[in-house]
């Protein structure tokens, strides 16, 4: 069955970098759009950045652009967000998903930015 597990999250001060890491399986990984959203609490889900499925068009959220990048590698069917200069209000549960004919989700990971 499909299935995408996060992995990278956790605490840092603000400045800080983190690389979130979505390792997936039971599809054609190479043939699915990915994404990464975020839900602060009290908040709606929000996409933070999406890849092409061979790697060659990225979009981003204004508020992370020049900071976050997202990136894949297609032989370990892996999605990766590299995250720096980090700031309390990247404070979410980080998500992966991704879109092949239906959107897949994974569980979520904890990013807390603070000092």
């Known amino acids: 069955q499909v299935q995408l597990v996060e992995s990278g999250g956790g605490l840092v001060q603000p400045g800080g970098s983190l690389r979130l890491s979505c390792a997936a399986s039971?599809?054609?990984?190479?043939?699915?759009?990915m994404s990464w959203y975020r839900q602060a609490p009290g908040k709606e889900r929000e996409l933070v950045a999406r890849i092409s499925s061979a790697g060659g068009s990225t979009i981003y959220l204004e508020s992370v652009k020049g900071r976050f990048t997202i990136s894949r590698d297609n032989a370990k069917n892996t999605v990766y967000l590299q995250m720096n200069s980090l700031k309390p209000e990247d404070t979410a549960v980080y998500y992966c998903?991704?879109?092949?004919?239906?959107?897949?989700w994974g569980q979520g990971t904890q990013v807390t930015v603070s000092s």
């Open positions: 998903k991704a879109l092949l004919f239906r959107e897949y």
């Open positions: 039971g599809f054609p990984f190479s043939n699915a759009v």
